[in-house]
Each structure stands twice: as C-alpha cells, then as structure tokens.
C-alpha cells in the first residue's frame, strides 16, 4: 500500500521561482525522507526529517513535518532547470520505505 | 568507488519465461530492497532482506522470488505467473532495516514482448 500522497502531482514553475510540494500519510512514522528522481533514473535521497523535528534545511531544500496533520513539505528555493525531476516523499514506520505517487517538477528557463 | 548496481539496464522476456534481474552493492549494507514502479504508480515494494539468507515479502511479491546469499546481492526473478511484468524495477540499500536513507541503483526496464 502507497502510504504516502503528494500534492500537487505535477508542478510547472519559471526558474528563479520557488517549488512547494506537500506530502500527506496515513499512519505514525519513524521518519520521512524525500528523493528526487531524473527520467529513467534511479532516486537520489535529498532530506531526512525524523518524527521529532519540525523543519529541517539542506541548502535550497527546506522541509517541514507537522506529525498532528500527518504531512510534510518540501520547498525549493530560487529554483533552477536542473531541478526538473520528479519528488517522492517516502515514509518509515514499521515496515521500510512506503512512497508516494510523487511531484513531477518542471522549471522553465 | 561505492555504490549499488542493477544490470542489465533493459530487459525483454517473451511471456511464459523467467527473468533474473541483477542487484549487486559495494556499500557493505545490510539491508536491500526491490522496487516496481509503473507510470503515475510511484514505488511499490515487492521484496526486501534486512540480513542474509532472510527476506520478507512486500506489498507486491506474487509472481517474483529472491534470494539473498551474500551480502553483497539480491536477485530478483521475475517469474511466469506474473501476470504484467512490464515495468521499471529498482534495487535499493540501506545501512540498517529501517530508519536510514536508501541508495538506489539506475535500474532495469523490462519489458514483455
């Protein structure tokens, strides 16, 4: 079963803009991690936030968790071409990681 | 230099045989993954193992096995009775079961001709 949902499932933004996607689950996590994926490629993990923390930066990359709402966010700051890729949020709990359908981003030059 | 590799790359399988898709990491994990991923479905988890000689079905595992000899490897067999084998599969690792970040291999395309 996909634990969880991202929204909204694709995105198209002009470069320099900033990129919000929104990921919701349905059952209590260990952690929530987010992976970027390249056509055809394989997922390359971004952040990991656990269930006791609220935001978390990585450089462009900021993520926040709000475990009362079950959901999370990934912001993209002064976005770039090389950013377009599809975004998965993926769930740990008791079983490994659960993803979602995933954010398709495109940025615009 | 690390890291986890799937070969080949693109597979085609004539329906009524079995396939066996490649997983080999150099990462010194301990736990490794196969996922299936078709177009709007993201990732679905068919197997994993946490140590050798163990694994554990997922959410999809009718009509694939593994085997998890050495650490180091986790073949998937993607069998007959799998009803719609088409799909982009992904191996994953992990330092730990649960709780770690995944490094994924670029993965292997089947397709049924």
């Known amino acids: 079963s996909q634990q969880g949902e991202e929204d909204p499932q694709a995105l198209s933004i002009q470069e320099g803009e900033n990129a919000t996607m929104n990921c919701s689950y349905k059952t209590s996590i260990n952690n929530l991690q987010w992976y970027r994926q390249n056509s055809g490629r394989g997922l390359v993990h971004l952040i990991l936030?656990?269930?006791?923390?609220r935001e978390k930066h990585s450089g462009r990359l900021r993520v926040t968790l709000d475990t009362s709402k079950k959901s999370s966010s990934l912001l993209i700051t002064a976005s770039r071409a090389a950013d377009t890729a599809s975004y998965f949020c993926a769930t740990v709990g008791n079983t490994p990681l659960v993803f979602g359908k995933g954010t398709r981003l495109s940025v615009i030059a | 230099d690390g890291g986890i590799t799937q070969s080949p790359k693109y597979l085609f399988r004539k329906e009524g045989q079995n396939v066996t898709l490649s997983c080999e990491q150099n990462l010194n994990h301990d736990a490794m993954y196969w996922y299936r991923q078709d177009p709007g479905q993201g990732l679905r988890l068919i197997y994993y193992?946490?140590?050798?000689?163990?694994?554990q079905k997922g959410d999809i595992a009718e009509g694939y096995s593994v085997s998890r000899e050495k650490k180091e490897s986790f073949p998937l067999t993607v069998t007959s009775a799998q009803k719609n084998p088409t799909a982009f599969y992904l191996c994953?690792?992990?330092?730990?079961?649960?709780?770690?970040?995944?490094?994924f291999g670029q993965g292997t395309r089947l397709t049924v001709v």
């Open positions: 193992s946490q140590i050798v000689n163990d694994f």
């Open positions: 936030i656990r269930s006791n923390e």
């Open positions: 994953a690792s992990s330092i730990a079961g649960q709780g770690t970040e995944a490094f």
